[in-house]
């Protein structure tokens, strides 16, 4: 791990039923906010997975700056975990008591405040990504883990919750989300990891990878980068039943 990263992956591989969907990685992750983009099956869902400690590697390290702390990462995978009955300030009230925060302080910095009793059936879509981001974010964890943030979301929200997700990467903070949102990345990212076929086809900051590939978006990466290495892979993603999404 370099000096300044808060997370790495070190020869980090991960299989599934024996077929690698994350394959030999090795990747530091420093503050600011990285956007981890590629392809479905790509590996994105189980490099966020390694990276929160939802998940062991098969082989390699993952490691993350002071382990021991009250809440060295938080995390939001996919599909987002409440439970029906409870309000939004009282789901929130459960992850807050565990690191002795303040669940309408976390309620306000999502802007969700409005919202607090509502039950968590009752909010929409985007409401729910929110107290997500919400949940993850809350005791300011060093390392921020967020898989795909904007899914499902409307054009609006997903604007809302990206640049609310992004705001908690301050004072060293570590954010890494996973977006298929090119632009937003493009708008919000300082790190941008793409991964093709499960590794990592070219990592570094926004601004430096631009320069280095001669094209001025996120999306123009994407397509020059991705885009070759899938045409040059014949198997350029893992696609297995019931993983395809990892």
Not at 76 to 83: G, H, I, T
Not at 88 to 102: G, I, N
């Amino acid at each position: 791990m370099s000096d300044d990263a808060v997370a790495s992956l070190s020869g980090v591989s991960r299989t599934y039923g024996g077929i690698a969907v994350l394959d030999s990685v090795t990747l530091d992750v420093g503050p600011g906010v990285t956007a981890v983009v590629g392809p479905n099956g790509s590996g994105k869902s189980t490099m966020l997975g390694l990276l929160a400690g939802a998940a062991e590697p098969t082989t390699g390290t993952v490691s993350v700056t002071d382990p021991s702390g009250p809440k060295p990462v938080g995390y939001l995978p996919q599909r987002v975990p409440f439970r029906d009955g409870f309000t939004a300030r009282e789901t929130l009230a459960f992850y807050a008591r565990l690191v002795d925060a303040d669940p309408d302080a976390a309620l306000e910095r999502v802007g969700l405040s409005d919202a607090a009793e509502r039950p968590v059936e009752a909010l929409s879509g985007g409401m729910r990504r929110l107290l997500g981001i919400a949940q993850a974010t809350v005791g300011t964890p060093p390392l921020v883990v967020l898989d795909e943030p904007t899914s499902g979301l409307d054009p609006g929200m997903r604007e809302r919750a990206f640049r609310t997700a992004t705001r908690a990467a301050t004072d060293g903070t570590a954010v890494v989300l996973s977006s298929h949102d090119l632009e937003l990345v493009d708008d919000h990212a300082d790190g941008v990891v793409l991964l093709a076929g499960g590794q990592v086809a070219a990592a570094g900051s926004r601004g430096d990878l631009l320069d280095n590939y001669d094209v001025a978006s996120v999306d123009e990466l994407y397509r020059a980068v991705v885009g070759e290495s899938v045409a040059a892979d014949a198997s350029p993603a893992v696609h297995v039943t019931g993983v395809s999404d990892r």
